[in-house]
């Protein structure tokens, strides 16, 4: 049967599965590899960790352009070490072998049964499987679903059952008795531990809003754009339904969140102008901060990560930056760690949420809140982990009287768990014609 690690993020999953193979490799001698099949992102993680903590562990790094398909089948490597791409672009390579271990770290990334991630993870052959990830339900229960199907095929039934008797009675109605019964029915699969149980001597983790009081020229902006959506989504949803309007909600939702930023994220041809009390804010703290203190700040959007990265020039202020395009990774990761002199790390959050070994930090500023509270959660734990000796402060930046407090407010929602397992979530897919009203009052 296989399992899954859940650990709290930070507690060193990694280097618990690089000990367990390594005391494989010492106590059972087998000659099969196994397959460690990782976001993009992790892979210089996974080969630092093995270099430093086992480097008698022979790891075959199978990704690039470079890779050869023709020998892999016959390589005499403890390890393959691979990328969900890959894995989805070579499956009729990566099948053909029968691992000792498969194991998917960051195993959210094949929550959706209908992805190609989950059908190629599920082709692979493999004596035992194990999956990582301190989130395992991101969204919804029915994340948990193509994660453990894959680990124990058939355990939680078929799709259709799963989703009648668990998945909507949980989410939709809030019921005990299934979050209940679904919890012992997994138990046996899945170890979570948090930091409080394993990490004592690790700090405390702080974490408040920073609310910010728009000035009136982005107020301006604001209450415009929030008019005009709202009379244009109900138009919308008049015509054609709420179900078939959820990409205009969206579209108007982005476009208020810019504003909260700055209104110059704003794709407009008329020029808003560049008022921002967050970025006014952001740069206050920043420079009180950095006498003393390494800071992380994240955001969703990159253009926001620029005018940051402009106020911070005029300042001169160093820093170092990573986004979806970064290449060096890894070297950005080392420079703020070890230079004394470079005290804030300016990240995009998808890109920098997971993977990040930032121990050197401890002030944390979400610039814009999103609706899955477990993403921020794991941004603001690239410093609240193993090896972190001070207090970790972060801070959510919250414009007053806008759609980020409404943000905030589903959020707690999505924070209810059932039995350190079972998050319910109270957010709807779709947004009804009720809840649009609300968002946009």
Known sequence: MGGILADDMGLGKTLQVISFITYLKEYYKKATPHLVVVPTSLIFNWENEIKKFSPSLKVHKYVGIERNTKHLSILKADIILTTYGTLINDIEVLKEITYNWIILDESQAIKNPNSKRYKAARLLQGENRLALTGTPIENNTFDLYAQMNFLNP??????????KEFSDPIDKDRNKEASELLSKMIHPFLLRRTKKQVATELPEKSESILYCEMGDKQRKVYEH????????????????GAARS????????????????CPSLLNEEEDF???SVKLDILIDNIKLKTSQHKVLVFSQFTSMLHLIQERLDNENIAYEYLDGKTKNREKKVSNFQNDDTLMVFLISLKAGGTGLNLTKADYVFLVDPWWNPAVESQAIDRSHRIGQTKQVIAYRMICKDTIEEKIMALQKNKKEVSNSVIQVDAIKKSFNKTEIKALFA
Do not use: A, P
């Open 246 to 261: 959820q990409m205009y909600v969206l579209e108007g939702l982005t476009k208020l969140r810019q504003i909260c930023n």
């Open 273 to 275: 102008g560049k008022s």
């Open 154 to 163: 058939g355990l939680l039934g078929t799709m259709s059952h799963f989703k």
């Open 225 to 240: 754009f929030k008019e005009k959506y709202k009379n244009y989504l109900l138009e919308k949803i008049d015509e054609n």
